[in-house]
């Protein structure tokens, strides 16, 4: 299994970016795909999850509003749309799978997922 993060940059805030994440190497059906991200000095935070089939997804407190997480099945890549960007969004930015359904808050733990991505940086300035 891979999982290849892109789409990271610097940006100003207020600005938005996507970020993409193509995976390989598995049958995602049942899996959810979930954001993570780790700012320096800070311990690793769950972002979002995204279920694999109904599409459902589920985000941290901190960016409900700004920022959504969607699917292309077909090409296997999953995207985390982020808007109004602020400078506490300053991270690397990972993804990651689990065979875990996740559509609420029980898919927050980094455990559960057994495949991550090699990250991609995202710096917002102020």
């Known amino acids: 299994v891979q999982l290849q993060a892109s789409g990271g940059g610097l940006v100003q805030a207020g600005a938005s970016l996507r970020l993409s994440c193509a995976a390989s190497?598995?049958?995602?059906?049942?899996?959810?795909m979930g954001w993570f991200r780790q700012a320096p000095g800070k311990e690793r935070e769950f972002v979002g999850v995204i279920s694999w089939r109904a599409g459902k997804t589920y985000f941290t407190d901190s960016v409900k509003g700004r920022l959504t997480i969607s699917r292309d099945m077909a090409k296997n890549m999953v995207y985390l749309q982020m808007n109004s960007l602020k400078p506490d969004d300053t991270a690397v930015y990972y993804c990651?799978?689990?065979?875990?359904?996740?559509?609420?808050?029980?898919?927050?733990?980094?455990?559960?997922?057994?495949?991550w991505g090699q990250g991609t940086q995202v710096t917002v300035s102020s």
């Open positions: 990651a799978s689990t065979p875990q359904y996740c559509s609420n808050s029980g898919c927050y733990r980094g455990a559960l997922y057994d495949y």
């Open positions: 190497g598995r049958t995602f059906n049942d899996h959810s």
